[in-house]
């Protein structure tokens, strides 16, 4: 079926209608920074494009290769030996409490302790950043489910703020992401089930009954979990809109399940969500509202944008935001934010709009399907402009004359960006952003060109990328999806590739690489086979 038009605060708007992705989102009257937890705010009527309950016109599995844990058991008995790559590494494993095949991802609060997404096993934390990992699972706390509430609570006669699903299990909802904060806490992102982001059909025209399962759809989402003396505090993000909040979705929408990446802003109360279909900001001190139902005043997070298009036959095509850097540069106290998917990239003008989420979402987002020069659609303009194709797919937005072209779906899939991870350079404000196919694009703030990181430019070992980070020298670490393990490009142009001299650890995943906070900086790698490196070498 082909999309329908319609009229929002006068622009034009394309959803599709059947087969159609998501667009959009709630935003908030008078200012989008997130409201103190009982404000009570709402969103208005006409709050942006709704999102469609199809299926997405992208890749089920967008992201890398067997990018999710692998069953739990598997090579069970087996275990890592470390490499020795003398003092300035350490590296820590099975010996140290580890689980095989399930190191997704690795992050430091600001105390020193050391947390690891453990997958289908787990939160796994290393107090202070010695001796062994303790694991933490569901008995422990964590929360990779949302919560009924309203009209769904009374339909399956469940009490309201109980949990969506009755028998949780990491095996279905792992930890995939982590981002350290402030000390004793750290933010951790899980995968949803599967098919979790088509499974709500609540819309306008359906009745309770048949919205679906909410142990799907409510499945994945966020957990703040606080270190306590003997165990952990956890809070919520349940990451869906509820009832009123996005005037053309009444009933509420549930889109975002599995978050790829957690990062939190240090020195500021941000912490944002790269998900599967869009991304999202939480507040930091979030207290938790199990009966919140998805209102602006109380959910603790304001959800989504993404830079999506529309392709010919009626797609709106987003998904698989891996990519989340924060801009180096301060705009009156705030700062804009990268973030990089599956198709598109955007530099999400958080900054500029001083710090107001619903304000930068058009800068993002605005879509008009008549001339993109005509007087009026300067708001548009500089949203298409704003959704950068990375590797571009060969056919743009909008012609040379400015009127609308779509690709066909076998134009973009041949074209995905699949963005794995993004780095800015605090000197110029550049950004590097790599792909799980393509290698390392190194663009400038404003998202013009500079340079290919490949191998075939002799700066990368391979070009599947999993995970980037930049280094407090300006040097950036790459961390491969496939064989390679890690390398470091040095500022200059030297650079050291760590393959052959990794042992076990040579052809394991890397999709995560982070630098920790503070003085002395680490550089944390998480090799999902089974370990952790930290280096605190110059």
């Known amino acids: 079926m082909r999309s329908s038009w319609r009229s929002v605060g006068g622009l034009v708007v394309i959803c599709a209608a059947a087969i159609g992705v998501a667009c959009g989102g709630a935003r908030e009257d008078g200012g989008g920074n997130i409201p103190d937890a009982g404000s009570g705010s709402g969103g208005p009527a006409d709050s942006g494009t709704p999102d469609s309950g199809a299926p997405d016109a992208g890749p089920p599995d967008a992201g890398p290769p067997d990018a999710g844990p692998p069953d739990a058991g598997a090579d069970a008995g087996a275990a890592i030996t470390p490499p020795d790559l003398g003092p300035d590494w350490k590296f820590q494993a099975t010996a140290e409490g580890l689980p095989l ?265 605005t879509y008009v399907g008549g001339n993109i020069n005509a007087p009026g659609n300067a708001v548009a303009k500089a949203a298409y402009q704003n959704r950068v194709d990375v590797w571009p797919d060969g056919v743009e937005e909008y012609d040379s004359a400015g009127n609308p072209t779509y690709p066909t779906p076998a134009q973009w899939r041949a074209g995905l960006d699949v963005v794995s991870g993004i780095a800015t350079d605090p000197a110029d404000g550049s950004v590097y952003i790599a792909s799980f196919a393509h290698g390392i694009r190194h663009l400038s703030r404003d998202g013009s060109f500079i340079e290919d990181l490949t191998v075939s430019s002799k700066k990368l070992f391979g070009d599947t990328v999993g995970a980037i980070a930049i280094d407090t020298d300006g040097s950036l670490w790459v961390g491969y999806n496939y064989e390679g393990g890690i390398s470091r490009i040095h500022k200059g142009g030297a650079v050291e590739h760590y393959a052959n001299v990794l042992g076990a650890l040579e052809k394991s995943p890397v999709f995560d690489i982070q630098i920790t906070p503070g003085t002395p900086r680490k550089v944390l790698v998480a090799f999902q086979n089974g370990a952790v490196g930290v280096y605190q070498g110059k």
């Open 101 to 365: 095949k399930n190191v997704m991802g690795v992050s430091a609060d600001e105390s020193g302790n050391l947390f690891v997404a453990g997958g289908t096993a787990g939160l796994f934390v290393q107090r202070g950043g010695q001796g062994p990992f303790k694991q933490y699972g569901i008995a422990d706390g964590l929360h990779p489910y949302g919560y009924l509430n309203g009209e769904t609570a009374k339909v399956l006669n469940r009490p309201d703020g109980s949990d969506a699903d009755p028998a949780p299990s990491l095996a279905a909802t792992p930890v995939i992401s982590v981002s350290g904060g402030k000390g004793g806490t750290v933010f951790v992102g899980y995968r949803g089930k599967p098919n979790c982001e088509d499974a709500w059909h609540g819309d306008q025209w359906t009745v309770p009954a048949q919205w679906g399962d909410p142990s799907v759809y409510k499945s994945g989402d966020a957990d703040k979990v606080t270190l306590t003396a003997d165990g952990l505090s956890v809070v919520h993000y349940d990451i869906f809109s509820g009832p009123g909040v996005v005037g053309d979705e009444p009933v509420g929408r549930e889109k975002l399940c599995s978050i790829y990446r957690v990062v939190y802003q240090h020195d500021t109360n941000y912490v944002w969500f790269g998900g599967n279909h869009g991304f999202a900001l939480g507040k930091a001190d979030f207290a938790g509202n199990p009966t919140c139902n998805g209102q602006l005043g109380c959910a603790g997070v304001l959800e989504h944008v993404h830079p999506a298009f529309n392709d010919s036959m009626g797609n709106l095509v987003t998904g698989d935001y891996w990519g989340i850097a924060v801009d180096p540069f301060s705009q009156g106290g705030f700062h804009d934010v990268w973030f990089g998917g599956m198709a598109r990239t955007t530099r999400f003008r958080f900054g500029e709009t001083g710090g107001d989420f619903w304000s930068a979402q058009p800068k993002t987002e």
